[in-house]
């Protein structure tokens, strides 16, 4: 590359490098900072002390929560991911092009309206008064507590990252090379071989990108595990606010959401390499 194409190429990425200082790095910043504030008399005081981190990283409540957090956004992204590949499948390769950008298109459209309304919506599916409960009674069978509960939780995030996830698999299955599959197909393979041997190497970019979507969304979601889980036990959102409302302890929930973040970066840097790693 030359020096002149790369002397134009500043002026564009100027704009993506203004979007992360403003909107993430002196956030970040402000966050990291804070974290070593106190607060007296319900007042954020600037300080420099480590009492903050101490109090919250030696709480067990604290791992628990951070635990309960990482099992949950890890089911999420498995149950999102296996969810969505059947429809991915379908659309990339079953269907005409014009078919699939349209079903894309209404992939987007429940980003058109709130999420907290369509969570909203599933308490009338899964409480014990609930759709679900009183179809299961029609057919004699008893019950089942859903609603306040981890597959609350559970069916809240797969509502917010199952459109995302399916867009990304549908986009990174359509690029698979057609004359692979044929090609295997000519030497005998099956559905099955095909699939777990052909199309799910070529698609596990795409497959392990989305599922890393899945995971992001549900590890910092507060709205799912709130109003379909109940909030107990707590998920790492959910003691944030409860920090923040006992004290003004804005400085431990800055903690908290440090580690959240810091998760987040290790989990995303590993989900790369392992979608990429091996490409030269």
């Not at 269907?95 to 987007?108: C, D, G, I, P, Y």
């Not at 679900?132 to 509502?159: C, R």
């Not at 003691?239 to 006992?246: A, F, G, R, V, Y």
């Amino acid at each position: 590359m030359s020096s002149n194409t790369s002397r134009r190429r500043w002026p564009l990425l100027l704009p993506p490098l203004l979007w992360q200082l403003t909107f993430f790095l002196l956030p970040l910043l402000f966050l990291f900072v804070i974290s070593f504030w106190s607060v007296v008399n319900f007042r954020l005081e600037p300080d420099m002390t480590l009492k903050n981190w101490d109090f919250m990283l030696s709480r067990s409540s604290f791992w628990s929560a951070y635990g309960h957090t990482w099992a949950l956004a890890l089911g999420a992204a498995v149950v999102t991911t296996c969810c969505s590949f059947p429809a991915a499948c379908s659309l990339a390769f079953t269907v005409s092009e014009r078919t699939r950008k349209l079903a894309l298109m209404f992939l987007v459209v429940p980003f058109f309206t709130s999420y907290l309304v369509r969570v909203y919506s599933w308490q009338a599916f899964l409480s014990d008064n609930g759709i679900v409960n009183a179809l299961l009674s029609l057919v004699g069978l008893d019950g089942l507590p859903m609603l306040n509960s981890d597959f609350g939780s559970l069916v809240g995030y797969v509502t917010l990252a199952l459109p995302l996830v399916t867009l990304v698999q549908t986009m990174g299955l359509a690029q698979i090379d057609r004359n692979l599959i044929e090609a295997a197909h000519n030497l005998r393979a099956g559905p099955v071989r095909t699939l777990f041997e052909v199309i799910m190497p070529l698609a596990k970019p795409s497959l392990v990108v989305g599922a890393l979507f899945a995971f992001i969304l549900a590890f910092g979601d507060f709205v799912a595990p709130t109003y379909l889980g109940g909030g107990a036990p707590p998920t790492l959102s959910n003691l944030i606010i409860d920090t923040t409302k006992s004290g003004q302890q804005w400085p431990r929930a800055a903690v908290v959401a440090i580690v959240m973040i810091l998760t987040l970066v290790v989990t995303s840097l590993a989900a790369v390499r392992l979608a990429y790693g091996r490409r030269k």
